[in-house]
């Protein structure tokens, strides 16, 4: 991708106006989606972006550039004309590129430009035919596959030089529900960080039938009610809560400016003593996974939370010089357009001893969330407003009618400390997380939780 005896003029020419630390990141990706409205394909898509990042560091200024023209004459001028913006006496840094051996965690057995066009189309078509024969309210189906094959190459001033590769495939489905004028749909969007080989085994019908399920569910509940109420969140996506209420704030980006409430609160009670959470960048073939961050660190296993006390942060190169803590190979970035940052990986709780018929059985009047949805939260306070895409009430220790139009409102940090019951069923659910260096692959995760007390706001009445 790169010559080793070009990326070293480069990375001379990045440090020439004084920075102390100089990295190259390039890009080839291949690109391939499919989209498909009520069993008829309606776009193929298929491309390819390349081009070279270049980031220079002086202390904890930071410069980045980048380009798609990777001759060497252009990227020594890009180089130079990024170091303008440092002003410095050079260092004489001597660069020593070595080549890294890749510690390769995730199998690829089959590459997505090996399998047909016609044969992907097959697996759409079988989610939409799955989705729209489960019942005759389901009015609509939309269904996305895509693939991806990204080729990296890093180098750095401190002799990194590294290639990897990384192949992502994902099904999307969703069902729209119809029944007069109330219109209600679902979507599940399974996925891997691996070959294609996981995508032929999926079970795709189970899948589109469950979205379906869900949408008919959706589609004759009640209002939701508000209040305040004890609330169980089932696994797998009942983990956005923990990484968008408490994950982001413990990224150093955050931490690093005090724009999080988990700032200088390493060692302190932060949750339950039930809690224990991790972010682990190691597990093979999950969509948050990968060998090497994009820094060219490898990825691991980070304790962020060990029975309620604040263990950890993730922490990316820059972050590390400012908060004068080691990374954690923590550092992301979508492509070579965005410089990195601190970003998660796959991001969970714990499973605790809990059973999770345990947890309703105990749970008298409540909330049940069996899927949320979107919401927002600021890093800052950690207040969060999540709404809930599928839940059902609680009734005398009984999963009861279904409910619909419910919203979790409340504070990270308060809700961490009101988990009162850990489930044992621990399940990852994927998905796209999006922030300063763009949009990357992460999964949320956690088993079935209870939280004591929670506001739910509803239409259905207090």
Known sequence: MLQQSIAEKVIYAALETGGDFAEIFVEDKKNSSLTMLGGAVEKAISGRDFGVGIRILKGEYSVYAYTNDASEDNLIRVARSAAQSIRSNPLGLSIDLRKSVIDNKHEIIVLPNTIEKNRKVEWMRRAHEAAKGYDPVIAQTSIFYLDNIQDILIANSEGLFMEDRRVYSRLGISAMAESGNEKESAFMGPGYFGGLEYMQNLDIEAYAKDVARSAKTILFADHAPSGNFPVVIDNAFGGVIFHEACGHGLESHAVSRGASIFADKLGESVASPLVTAYDDGTIPNT???????????????????????????????????????????????????????????????????????????????????????????????????????????????????????????????????????????????????????????????????????????????N
Not at 397 to 409: D, R, V
Request: charged letters at 20%; glycine letters at 14%.
């Open 287 to 461: 969509w948050g996974s990968v060998n090497n961050d994009d820094e060219g660190m490898p990825t691991q296993k980070n304790l962020l939370i060990e029975n309620g006390v604040l263990k950890g942060y993730l922490i990316d190169k820059l972050g590390s010089r400012k908060m004068k803590m080691a990374p954690t190979g923590s550092g992301r970035r979508q492509s070579y357009l965005y410089a990195p940052t601190s970003r998660m990986n796959n991001t969970y709780i714990a499973p605790g001893d809990s059973k999770p018929e345990d947890i309703i059985a105990n749970t008298e009047l409540g909330i049940y969330a069996k899927h949320l949805d979107g919401g927002s939260v600021n890093p800052a306070t950690s207040d969060y407003n999540f709404s809930i895409s599928e839940g059902y009430m609680i009734r005398d220790g009984k999963i009861a009618e279904p409910i619909k139009g419910a919203a979790l409102i409340g504070k990270g940090i308060d809700t961490l400390k009101k988990i009162d019951m850990v489930g044992n069923n621990l399940e990852l659910g994927l998905g796209i997380c999006g922030a300063s260096s763009g949009n990357i692959p992460v999964t949320v995760g956690q088993p079935m939780i209870r939280v004591s007390e929670l506001t739910v706001g509803g239409r259905g009445g």
